[in-house]
């Protein structure tokens, strides 16, 4: 058996004011609107010199020391990203050599946005099993700062720079599973990048969300004989407060069920899942967890994390 044993995180210190009254003025809209539906008071934002692999090793680093791991132990690495320092080499690669891991590790990169997390699980999960390994790193870093037009009302108020890293390996504090996938890929044009700049319909990525993913969760839950009343928390991608609460709205899901993490660091991307996960990590109350990521292709991925030593209450 194998799992989420550990997860650590970078966020970069820098951040931008969604609050500052020329950056509202510029976009013509109120302080209640940025706080109560986009739901972002501030962003996280990468340092100049810092690209995608220094994130993601930020990130890697953070865990090794938690988990208390020697770098020689991973046995695979997966970078999760759609904005890679470069075309070429993979992140995976710069990581590697930059943390000096194993020869014998393979590394390779997902290009997924925010359905990301929950596809790179199953991969690395079926990636170990198939091959005998026992231990994993996923790493998620897609610092959209690189790609937002700062003039842009649709994202420049959205997404924030962060790297997360998930240790799977045979002592797990959860494991993972089953897992369900979808891909409308004939409206992917609701988020693009083009040209090193990005674009989004708003209101087509909104419209998607609120009526794929809460369907597509309680088909899981009823799949899986789970009640939704079992489920201790919705971890769902922080696409803004908005869409959190709409779809926590169509699930039925309590107050105490839902998370919301994105307030003062934006919109992370593949990112936002770990990010809230990582906190339930600690939380003995936490046991039955529902993971759901949506957006760019448009995809959306969902998985059920269970707490291993309450399997079988």
């Avoid at 790297?163 to 797990?172: H, Q, V």
């Avoid at 769902?236 to 709205?249: A, E, R």
Wanted: hydrophobic share 40%.
């Amino acid at each position: 058996m194998i799992g989420i044993e550990n997860i650590a995180t970078y966020i970069p210190l820098g951040r931008n004011d969604n609050t500052a009254a020329d950056l509202l003025q510029k976009f013509d809209v109120a302080e209640d609107f940025v706080l109560n539906k986009i739901g972002v008071r501030q962003r996280a934002v990468k340092a100049a010199d810092e690209d995608t692999s220094d994130l993601a090793c930020s990130a890697l680093e953070a865990l090794l020391s938690k988990a208390g791991l020697s770098a020689d132990a991973i046995e695979v690495l997966i970078v999760v990203t759609q904005n890679p320092d470069h075309n070429l080499p993979h992140v995976s690669a710069l990581v590697h050599g930059k943390l000096k891991l194993s020869a014998h590790c393979a590394a390779f990169d997902v290009g997924l946005g925010c359905s990301g997390y929950v596809y790179g699980l199953s991969i690395l999960q079926g990636f170990m099993l198939a091959n005998g390994l026992q231990r994993g790193v996923l790493i998620t870093a897609d610092p959209y700062s690189k790609i937002v037009d700062p003039d842009d009302k649709n994202t420049a108020l959205l997404f924030g720079d962060a790297a997360t890293a998930t240790l799977i390996g045979p002592d797990p504090a959860f494991t993972v599973g089953p897992y369900s996938f979808g891909t409308e890929g004939a409206a992917h044009e609701a988020l693009v990048c083009q040209n090193g700049q990005l674009s989004m319909n708003g209101r087509q990525v909104f419209n998607f969300a609120a009526t794929r993913v809460a369907p597509h969760i309680l088909a899981l839950l009823e799949r899986a004989g789970w009640e939704k009343t079992a489920v201790d928390a919705y971890l769902l991608h922080q696409g803004s407060k908005y869409i959190v609460d709409t779809i926590c709205s169509r699930l039925g899901a309590t107050p105490e069920q839902k998370r919301l993490g994105l307030m003062d660091v934006g919109n992370t991307v593949s990112s936002s899942i770990p990010l809230l996960l990582e906190q339930e990590l600690s939380n003995p109350n936490a046991r039955k967890l529902v993971l759901s990521g949506f957006g760019v292709g448009l995809s959306w991925a969902s998985c059920l994390c269970e707490r291993k030593e309450h399997q079988n209450d």
